[in-house]
């Protein structure tokens, strides 16, 4: 990209270049390049059926793309599996929440610690003292995983007992335990009230500070992503519409008549 | 040539698994369950078709009917009373209820008939016709016409009538069904009412091929069909018919050619191997999951 | 995708509470079982049992981390019990000379089983766990099936010039003062009994200590996530197929050391014997005694064993009944009004949400 020869200007964490998809000849994401750069929050906005939540099953390996590259830290992650995906640093949140609903909510973000702090089964069966001590470590950072999402009160209760805004939070929750750089978070904010997505913004933005990454949201609450992206890409058709700051897009002629019709 | 005619055989055999498959196969497709009692529906028509004959000396064609008379309203009736009070449970505690309706079908033929084996008069004709080397037995002809007129009537059943189509619309989705103002209820019995009676033909078929009938002779042509639904994609019916008269083929080729004992070994090997090339068999959905 | 949360509910947060129990259990039954042979005031029918009743928990237990923590059913866990079986058997045969003590002999035996069981839970498993729901269960049916048709035509004998083996019987020779070990469909014949309840009971204790070992483990979580929502635990970089291969391996390995005691308790042993409906019958153990619930799988393994033994004045109707049991269980726990009324009951108080 043009941005690579400017030596003022830092690598994108993320890098998409002319992604696309099709599903049976039908298009549903198209030409899309966009860049996420080290602890930005991105927005990407746009109509119901735009193509949001596929590109997002892109980044992530659930679907392989027909064309283009991802470009994740510089790598380029043709070939990766969703697994590998997590690995290499890309966390994310479901629309339709998938959240482990038999597990407790301690245990839900513990899952998140697989491959961060690993050991064997073997371990775990003879309760050698590797287990002790990453059980302990696991615990301590689960617990301050919930903490930081205001979730620590809920540890014990079964996940799918938890009230809808708090299972969306602990999503995110358990998405950080991964030890991501980029997070991507497909409609946090819904199903939430004002006062809720208020508190939302702030955990946001705390996270992208407290853990130094990059978070790319998807959110039709237009108050939230004006109120905390400091760049918007609108999605329209599977095709990029426009890209900017949120005071251009909300100024965007094109956008607007995506976004009323004609 | 003895190919052609362990060829036929191995069609009439399949015939059979064809006809108790698409039992499974339609009771899958609409109540969404493995019923585990389907194969001792068929020990049940068995025995009725054979006091009907032995017993009441009553003609063939009355004994079939009396065995499908029974089945059918026994099918009815253990959907009824033991699968519709959990049609919101878990798909295990159905499961486990099938396998307890099985116990209780076997073990009640017991205590009622004994556990001996009865053996089943020879009502059709034993000739046989020779098609150029291979010699094949009426038997043999007749249960694979019976296959194909049930196949034919029950696809033009499902295409062709009202009750059809509603219940491709249960298979597809129960609740939009109910909205459309289907009563899902009433086609799930008739779904097990189908299903039992076609048990019935194929249980009639089957204690005049192998003469004899024991309370548990349900149990491994019950398991063949399954496997032979799953090996055609378990909820398609033209899939239960390819896999029934598929199943049968590789059995009979497989006694012939290699070894009977390992037979059964060898039907289940290519059922793996299917499945690994088309894991929801041969004309199975592809599932797909929505993220 | 269907969640299949609501079999899952009885695997609550009280775990530790159910953890204790079932080792309490175990001892407690031991004990008093101890107690009563000591007295004489056992009956031979069922000290005959006390046996097979460890070797079918050890197995339950097992067929429970598979359907009820993974959440994949699986139809042929006789299948690993036979394989355990007729290993041990033919391990005890061939050490018989070297080895002259039961117990050293029965422990090499079981855990050569368990480690057979696990090869072969692991091979299986590759193809299996690439498919799923009815069609994983399907192919778990077939593989019990195949395992068991290979018993039945396998010939296994050792003579001065070491160990035979053969598919054909005409082709099966042995030298003179040889011993037959496996026997085609006649399955193993003359085996040592060298099994007894003591090591059946720490058999149960140590299936116990593995499962819940791994359950409230790193692998256990991941195996319990990749069961509620699969998508979810790939997304947290938790690998699926190999998740479930560790459950399903554990698992055969356990069938594999129970069938090992299991073989080593009778003089012989057909390879009938664990043939479907035996694989079926653990699953009822399993279902009844709650997924994912350890304590209720030995008490309906033991209940389940025990109560057509205790019907047996009914002789003929004992089966039967047996069936009829089964299928109101299911009736009433799946029927949610009444388990209302039955969970309010203990609650004490006036009926709230469930």
Same mark, same amino acid.
Request: charged share 15%; net charge positive; hydrophobic share 50%.
């Given at each position: 990209? /043009? ?11 993320l890098?998409?270049q002319?992604l ?16 996420v ?8 906005i ?33 070939g ?5 995906? !997590?690995? /290499? ?11 482990f ?6 245990? !839900?973000v ?55 805004? /708090? ?5 995110i ?5 991964? !030890? ?7 409609e946090? /904010? ?45 999605l ?15 100024? !965007?002629?094109?956008?607007i ?6 | 040539m003895q ?14 698994y ?25 020990m ?13 000396? $009553? *003609? ?23 699968y519709? &009070? ?15 309706v ?27 016709i ?33 009750t ?30 189908i299903?039992?009676? $076609?048990?019935?033909?194929?249980s009639?078929? $089957?204690?005049?091929?192998? *003469? ?14 399954f496997?032979?639904a ?7 019916? &033209? ?39 088309k &894991? ?8 797909n999951?929505?993220? | ?7 899952f ?10 953890r ?44 429970n ?58 091979l299986?498993?590759?193809p ?46 042995l ?32 299936a ?40 399903f ?5 356990l ?20 043939d479907?409906?035996?694989?079926i ?5 399993v ?15 033991v ?8 019907l ?8 039967l009944?047996?069936a ?7 009736l ?23």
């Open positions: 990209m /043009a941005d690579n020869t400017d030596k003022n200007v830092k690598a994108p964490v890098d998409v002319d696309g998809i099709d599903f049976g000849g039908l298009t549903a994401v198209n030409d899309l390049n966009m860049q750069y080290d602890g930005e929050i991105v927005g990407l746009g109509p119901n059926g735009a193509g949001k939540t596929t590109v997002f099953n892109l980044l992530t390996k659930v679907y392989k793309p027909t064309r283009g590259k991802i470009y994740f830290d510089g790598k380029d992650t043709a990766k599996s969703v697994v590998d995906i !997590n690995k /290499a640093g890309i966390a994310r949140t479901f629309q339709n929440i998938r959240l609903g038999n597990l407790t909510v301690l245990d !839900n513990k899952t998140g610690f697989h491959n961060v702090i690993p050991y064997s089964p073997i371990t775990a069966i003879l309760r050698l003292p590797k287990y002790f001590n990453s059980e302990k470590e696991i615990n301590e950072k689960a617990m301050d995983l919930l903490k930081i999402m205001e979730l620590d009160k809920y540890a014990d209760y079964k996940a799918s007992n938890l009230p809808y805004g /708090a299972q969306r939070r602990l999503e929750a358990r998405a950080l335990a991964t !030890n991501p750089k980029l997070l991507l978070l497909d946090p /904010a819904a199903g939430m009230n004002p006062q809720e997505t208020a508190e939302l913004m702030d955990m946001i933005r705390f996270v992208r500070d407290h853990f130094k990454i990059a978070v790319l949201l998807i959110e039709h609450d237009m108050k939230l992503v004006m109120g905390i992206c400091e760049r918007i890409t609108v329209n058709y599977g095709m990029m519409l426009a890209q900017g700051t949120p005071e251009e897009i909300q100024s !965007n002629p094109e956008v008549k995506a976004y009323l019709g004609d | 190919f052609l005619s362990y060829l036929i055989n191995g069609l009439g055999l399949g015939s059979v064809a006809i108790i498959a698409l039992g499974y196969t339609m009771v899958y497709g609409i109540a969404k369950m493995l019923n585990f009692a389907h194969g001792d529906i068929i049940i028509g068995a025995y009725i078709a054979f006091f009907a004959l032995t017993k009441f000396a $009553l *003609p063939f064609p009355l004994a079939v009917l009396a065995a499908i008379a029974v089945c059918t309203m026994l099918g009815v009736l253990i959907e009824r009373l033991a519709k &009070p959990l049609r919101q449970a878990p798909s295990l505690a159905v499961l486990i209820t099938a396998i307890g099985s116990y209780f079908l076997q073990n009640g033929a017991q205590i009622l008939w004994s556990s001996s084996s009865k053996v089943f008069p020879s009502v059709i004709s034993t000739g046989s020779s098609l150029g080397s291979a010699s094949v037995s009426y038997l043999t002809l007749l249960t694979i016409a019976t296959c194909i007129v049930v196949m034919i009537c029950l696809t033009l059943f499902i295409n062709r009538t009202k059809g189509s509603a219940m491709r619309a249960c298979s597809e989705d129960k609740g939009a069904s109910m909205l459309m103002g289907i009563n899902v209820n009433m086609i799930i019995s008739i779904t097990f009412a299903g039992s009676g $076609l048990a019935a033909i194929a009639v078929l $089957l204690a005049s091929t192998y *003469p004899s009938v024991y309370p548990t002779m349900g149990s491994m042509p019950g398991i063949k069909a496997t032979a799953v090996f055609g994609g378990i909820g398609s019916i &033209p899939g239960a018919f390819i896999g029934g008269l598929l199943l049968g083929i590789i059995e009979i080729f497989a006694k012939a050619y290699i070894s009977t004992q390992l037979s059964d070994a060898i039907v289940f090997g290519v059922l793996i191997v299917i499945l690994l090339i &894991p929801t068999g041969l004309l199975g959905k592809k599932i999951v929505k993220v | 995708m269907k969640e299949k949360s609501s079999v509910s009885r695997f609550g947060d009280k775990k530790n509470r159910g204790l129990m079932s080792f309490a259990l175990v001892i407690i039954a031991y004990i008093a079982v101890e107690v009563l042979l000591k007295t004489g005031s056992l009956g031979s029918m069922f000290s005959s049992l006390l046996v097979p009743i460890t070797c079918y928990v050890v197995a339950a237990i097992g067929l981390l598979n359907v009820g923590i993974s959440g994949e059913l699986n139809l042929g866990q006789a299948g690993f019990m036979s394989v355990g079986a007729f290993c041990g058997i033919c391990v005890s045969g061939i050490l018989a000379g070297s080895i002259t003590a039961g117990i050293p002999r029965l422990i090499i035996a079981i855990i050569c089983g368990a480690v057979l069981a696990a090869v072969f839970g692991f299986i498993g590759i299996v766990l690439k498919l799923q729901g009815d069609y994983l269960a399907i192919v778990t049916l077939a593989f019990g099936q195949i395992i068991k048709s290979i018993f039945m035509n396998a010939y296994i004998g050792i003579d001065t010039e070491g160990l035979h083996f053969s598919f054909v019987e005409s082709n099966f020779k030298q003179p003062g040889g011993k037959m070990l496996l026997n085609g469909p006649m399955g193993a014949t003359g085996t040592q009994k060298i099994a007894n309840f003591t090591i059946g009971t720490v058999l149960v204790i140590v116990l200590l593995v499962v819940y070992n791994l359950m409230f483990s790193r692998s256990g979580r991941a195996i319990m996530a990749a069961r509620d929502n699969r998508i979810a635990a790939e997304s947290v970089g938790i690998p699926i197929s190999r998740t479930k291969m560790l459950a391996v554990t698992s055969a390995a069938a594999g050391a129970a069938g090992a005691l299991y073989g080593l308790n009778y003089s012989t042993l057909v390879p009938n014997k664990f479907f409906n035996t694989s019958l653990i699953l009822v153990y279902v009844l005694g709650g997924l994912g619930n350890m304590t209720g799988t030995i008490i309906s393994t209940v389940l064993i025990l109560l057509p033994e205790l047996r004045s009914l002789q003929d109707y004992r089966m009944i047996y009829v049991v089964l299928i109101l269980i299911m009433v726990t799946n029927n949610e009004w009444l388990m209302t009324k039955w969970k309010s009951l203990f609650s004490g108080k006036a009926k709230g949400g469930a």
